[in-house]
C-alpha cells in the first residue's frame, strides 16, 4: 500500500497542557449562546471528560445513537452538551476540578496526554488505511490507555468501572467491534491477520506509540502496508497534536506518561471533611438554575443527565404528596416502577413506611432486606422488591408546596460521586421544577377555561340578538312572496335566499356553542353549488356593478368530496374578493373544466379568474397567512387564510397566479368523492 500520510491534512491545533474543564469553563463565559461546537472538541479531547459523557449517552434508547457515534462523535457530544445546559456543565466541571491533592493533578495530566496519543495514533491509522469509522478507532484509543486501576481517574465525574470490569459492559452504545476491542486487549501479530481491522488498527497502534516502537517498525509496516518513514512521520505528527513533549515519560512503559506509584485507585477529589461542606454549599446554589426555563417535556431529560454527570448513578425516583398520597412522578426513568408505585397508593401518614416517615420527617431513611423490615411495612417490601437487591435510600426533599422523597436503589459500595447532600439538592431542583411547571399550566388552563366560557356567553348573546334581524327578513320575504305571486321565478330565488338564511342562522348559532359533526354529507354536486351561489349573489356583489359574471362548468361532473357548507364559504370568499378588486367593466369567470389527477388523486379543478390589477407583490409572499388590511369596515385580513385551511380540511389545494395589470386567478383541486 502507498502511503498516503502527507495527503492527510493536519487540521487540529496543537493539544496545549491546559486543563480541558478550565477552557471550557472560561467557552462558556465567553459568548451567548456558548461556541458549542468548540467546547464538544474540547470535551473529546479529555478522557476524564468524554468518559462520563458517554455514559450518559448510553442512556439514549435510539436506534441510531451507535451508528451516529462511530461516524459523528463530535456532532453527539455536542448535542448531548447542548441538552445538558450551562448550568448543568459548570456544575459538573466545578465538581471535577474540587482541589485535588498535588501527585494526583500529575497522574491526570500525564495520563490524559497518553490516552490522546494513543488515540490520535488510532485515528490517523484508521485514516491511513482506509477503516470506514476514524472516530471509533479514537475512542479505542482514548480509552484502551486506561489501565483497570486508572478507571477511577475520573471517580468525581462519573460511575466508572471497578478494577477487572471492562470499559464496555458500561457503555452499551459502542459498537461490538469497539467493545471487543476494549474487552479483549492486547493480541498477536498472527491474531492480527484473522482480527477485525479494528483490533489491527488498535494493535498497531499500541505499538507505534511506545518509545521503543522502532524494534517492531517491519512488524508494523507489514501489518499496516505503510512505509517505516510513514509510521516515524504519523507518530510524529500524533504526538504534536497531543502535545507531548519530546521527553515525556519513561522509556521503558507500554504507557508511557503514566508512573507505577500512581496506579491505585484515585478518590474524589473534595473528599476531606473541611472542604466537602464549602463544596456542596456552593455547588448546590448552581444546582438550583440547572432545570430554570426549562419545560416540562425536557425536565425529565435534563434530570437524568444530571445524575448521571453529577452523582455517576442511575436517577432516584422522584415521589410527591399528593392529596395525603405519594405519588412517583412521571419522569420515564422506569415507566413500569413509577405506575407500580401509584398502584400501591401509599399514604402520607402510613406510619409503617420509611417512606412516608422521610416525607413527614424530613430526615433520611433507609430499607433493606430484614424480617423487621418485612413484618413493618408490605409496601416498602414491595418496592424493595422491584428495584432489586441491596434496599433502597430515602432523601427527604422540601420543594416549595409540597412534601417529596427521592428513591434511590442502594448499590452495595457504590455512593454518590457528588454526595448525598448535593445530589438532594439536585433531586428537589428537579421536583421544584417540575412542581412549578404543573402550576404553571393548570394556572394557564384555567385562565383558558374562564376565557373560553366568557367567549361562548358572549357568542350567545350575539347569536339570540343576530336572529331577530334574520327572523324580520325572512318574515318579509314570505310577504313579498305572497304579493307577487305572478312574478316568474320569484318563488326559486326566494327558496335560494331561504336556504341562505338558514345556513347564516346556523353560523350565527355555531359561535355560541362547541363545534359537533352535523348530519351534513361529506360530498356535494358541485353544478348546482355553482348554479345556486351564480343566482344569489352575481346580481348583488357584479351586475349590479357593471361587473360581467361568467359560468362554465362541463357535463357529468362526480361529486366532490367536501360538505356544501364548507364549499360554500370557500367559494363565497373568492367571490367577495373579485368583486372588490375589479372596477365596473371589469370580468369575472367561475370555470370547472372536468377532473385532473393532483400527487395521483382524482379532483375536480374549479378556476376563478378575474381581470383586475392583480395582487400586491408584498402580499403574494406569504398569501394564505393572516395578515392585517386596509380595506377598512368588517374586513379582518382573513379571508384566503380560511379558504386554504377548509380546503386542507377536506384534503383540497388551493394555488394562486397574478400579475400586475393583468388579474388574478385561483385554481382549487378538490377530490372527487368515489377518490376518497
Excluded at 605 to 627: C, K, M, S, Y
Aim: net charge negative; aromatic share 4%; with cysteine.
Amino acid at each position: 500500500m502507498v502511503s498516503t500520510t502527507q495527503d492527510v491534512p493536519i487540521t487540529a491545533a496543537p493539544q496545549i497542557r491546559e486543563d480541558h474543564a478550565e477552557a471550557i469553563l472560561r467557552l462558556l463565559e465567553a459568548h451567548s449562546p456558548p461556541d458549542w461546537s468548540e467546547i464538544a472538541l474540547l470535551a473529546i479531547r479529555s478522557p476524564t471528560l468524554l468518559h462520563p459523557l458517554l455514559l450518559a449517552l448510553a442512556d439514549d434508547t435510539s436506534g441510531e445513537a451507535t451508528e451516529t457515534l462511530r461516524t459523528g462523535l463530535a456532532r453527539r457530544v455536542e448535542a448531548l452538551l447542548r441538552s445538558a445546559g450551562c448550568d448543568l456543565l459548570r456544575a459538573w466541571l466545578l465538581l471535577g476540578q474540587w482541589s485535588p491533592a498535588p501527585e494526583m493533578i500529575i497522574a491526570v495530566e500525564r495520563h490524559s496526554v497518553a490516552a490522546l496519543i494513543l488515540a490520535e495514533c488510532a485515528r490517523h491509522l484508521a485514516i491511513e488505511t482506509h477503516y470506514p469509522y476514524p472516530d471509533e478507532a479514537y475512542l479505542g484509543g482514548l480509552f484502551h490507555a486506561f489501565p483497570p486501576d486508572l478507571t477511577t481517574v475520573a471517580g468525581s465525574l462519573a460511575e466508572l468501572p471497578s478494577p477487572g470490569r471492562p470499559i464496555a459492559s458500561h457503555l452499551r452504545l459502542l459498537s461490538p467491534a469497539l467493545a471487543d476491542c476494549l474487552s479483549i486487549g492486547a493480541i498477536t501479530d498472527e491474531q492480527c491477520l484473522t482480527a477485525h481491522p479494528l483490533l489491527r488498527i488498535m494493535h498497531c497502534a499500541r505499538l507505534l506509540v511506545r518509545p521503543d516502537w522502532a524494534d517492531a517498525a517491519s512488524r508494523l509496516a507489514a501489518l499496516t502496508g505503510l512505509s517505516i518513514e510513514a509510521l516515524a512521520s504519523l507518530r510524529a505528527d500524533t504526538r504534536y497534536l497531543a502535545g507531548a513533549l519530546p521527553d515525556d515519560g519513561p522509556d521503558d512503559s507500554p504507557y508511557p506518561y503514566i508512573t507505577e506509584q500512581h496506579t491505585g485507585a484515585l478518590t474524589h477529589p473534595g473528599a476531606s471533611t473541611g472542604l466537602t461542606t464549602f463544596r456542596d454549599a456552593a455547588l448546590s446554589g448552581l444546582v438550583r438554575l440547572v432545570f430554570d426555563g426549562v419545560e416540562e417535556q425536557s425536565i425529565a431529560g435534563r434530570y437524568k443527565l444530571a445524575c448521571r454527570l453529577l452523582s455517576g448513578i442511575a436517577p432516584p425516583f422522584l415521589l410527591v404528596t399528593d392529596d395525603g398520597r405519594i405519588r412517583a412522578l412521571p419522569l420515564g426513568i422506569d415507566t413500569a416502577t413509577e405506575s407500580f408505585i401509584d398502584e400501591l397508593e401509599l399514604r402520607l401518614e402510613d406510619e409503617a413506611s420509611v417512606i412516608s416517615l422521610a416525607a413527614r420527617s424530613a430526615r433520611p431513611s433507609s430499607w433493606a432486606f430484614d424480617s423487621l423490615a418485612v413484618s413493618r411495612s408490605l409496601v416498602d417490601l414491595q418496592i424493595g422488591r422491584r428495584l432489586g437487591p441491596g434496599g433502597f435510600d430515602c432523601i427527604p426533599l422540601r420543594p416549595e408546596a409540597d412534601r417529596g422523597v427521592a428513591l434511590r436503589h442502594r448499590c452495595t459500595g457504590l455512593k454518590p460521586a457528588c454526595g448525598e447532600s448535593l445530589l438532594g439538592a439536585l433531586c428537589g431542583a428537579a421536583l421544584n421544577a417540575w412542581l412549578k411547571d404543573r402550576r404553571q399550566r393548570a394556572a394557564s388552563d384555567a385562565t383558558a377555561r374562564r376565557i373560553e366560557l366568557r367567549f361562548r356567553e358572549h357568542a350567545r348573546k350575539l347569536a339570540h340578538e343576530a336572529n331577530n334581524p334574520l327572523t324580520v327578513i325572512r318574515s318579509y320575504l314570505e310577504v313579498m312572496s305572497q304579493r307577487h305571486r305572478d312574478a316568474t321565478g320569484l318563488d326559486a330565488e326566494v327558496a335560494v335566499i331561504d336556504a341562505e338564511i338558514d345556513r347564516l342562522t346556523g353560523l350565527v348559532r355555531a359561535l355560541g356553542n362547541p363545534p359537533e359533526p352535523g348530519p351534513e354529507p361529506a360530498h356535494c354536486a358541485l353544478a348546482g353549488l355553482l348554479n345556486e351561489l351564480r343566482a344569489l349573489y352575481a346580481p348583488t356583489l357584479f351586475d349590479r356593478r357593471g361587473i360581467q359574471f361568467e359560468l362554465r362548468v362541463a357535463h357529468g361532473l362526480p361529486d366532490v368530496a367536501m360538505p356544501a357548507s364548507k364549499l360554500k364559504q370557500v367559494i363565497i370568499n373568492l367571490f367577495r374578493n373579485a368583486s372588490e378588486a375589479l372596477q365596473p367593466g371589469g370580468r369575472f369567470s367561475v370555470v370547472a373544466p372536468g377532473q385532473l389527477i393532483a400527487n395521483g388523486v382524482p379532483c375536480i379543478e374549479i378556476r376563478v379568474i378575474d381581470n383586475g390589477p392583480g395582487l400586491p407583490q408584498e402580499l403574494l409572499a406569504n398569501l394564505f397567512a393572516p395578515h392585517s388590511t386596509s380595506k377598512g369596515g368588517d374586513h379582518q385580513g382573513l379571508g384566503l387564510a380560511l379558504v386554504r385551511e377548509i380546503l386542507a380540511e377536506s384534503g383540497a389545494y388551493v394555488l394562486c397566479r397574478s400579475q400586475p395589470g393583468t388579474g388574478t386567478s385561483f385554481q382549487i383541486l378538490v377530490p372527487t368523492h368515489e377518490s376518497s
